[in-house]
């Protein structure tokens, strides 16, 4: 499963419609069958056309969080899901897989302001693949959150949180899992012991240079940005810093965890 807000909020054009399509493509070649959700026409969809992800990138979409959900199908707003929407989405769905850039979490500098991700983590049986957290969000807050919820932190292949633009953020995952036949048996018997949401840390494919640096400087930027226009704007600040590097590794890691979700997914499906 895939969520849209990247496509609605998160990338400009042309890179959303790129991380969007690049994702479906990369499900497809695993073998699996991608569902993009989306809130449009007043209904919740599990899987939209090349038209919808058109309509949702042209602008004049709305970010839609798991609270939003209700209001936006009554007022039958086209809607863009956050993690939190599309987990919800996905439980509702019986779908257990989702892919993701980065999931929200704890703003620096601002503990009070949690992401709804978090808490969605803790009620939706779903494996969330990402590369951690945005790099914008205070890391070792956002574990201790997930820890405090009861939410697994697996690292795939790794020992350390990634923190989105680089695979180093010096935060442990709470246990490392190797490859896709390792994943799918973590993530079975997690579920079997209880667990709801899982987050699957996947390291980057490449590293931007400085990331950390310019995160901090985007937050010092923009520190009296507050509410639901924080994340984009933090997150086009570094696009600015960085020279548009950010956004090409941004559309390669959403991609990247898109296909290896669809790899533990077939892995875990041939085990039943």
Known sequence: MLETSIVGQGLPSPHNLAAAHGSEAAIRDEGGVPATVAVLNGKLRVGVNDADLEQIAAGGSVKVSARDLGPAIARRT???????AT?????????????TGGIGGVHRGHPEDQSADLEELARSPVAVFCAGAKIILDLHLTLERLESL??????????EFPAFYTMHSGCPVSARVDGAEGAAQTLRAAWDMGSRGIVVAVPPPAELEGAEKMARQ?????????????????????????????????VALVINNARIAAQVARAFGSRV
């Open 218 to 250: 985007a937050a010092a930027d923009l520190q009296k940005v507050s509410g639901a226009d924080v994340t984009p704007r933090l997150l086009a600040r570094i696009t600015e810093l960085s020279g548009g590097r950010s956004l090409d590794l941004n």
């Open 78 to 84: 086209i809607g863009a899901t956050t993690v939190a």
């Open 87 to 99: 987990a919800r989405a996905a439980a509702m769905a019986g779908i257990r897989f989702l892919a």
């Open 150 to 159: 009861a939410v697994p932190v697996l690292g795939y292949g790794c020992d």
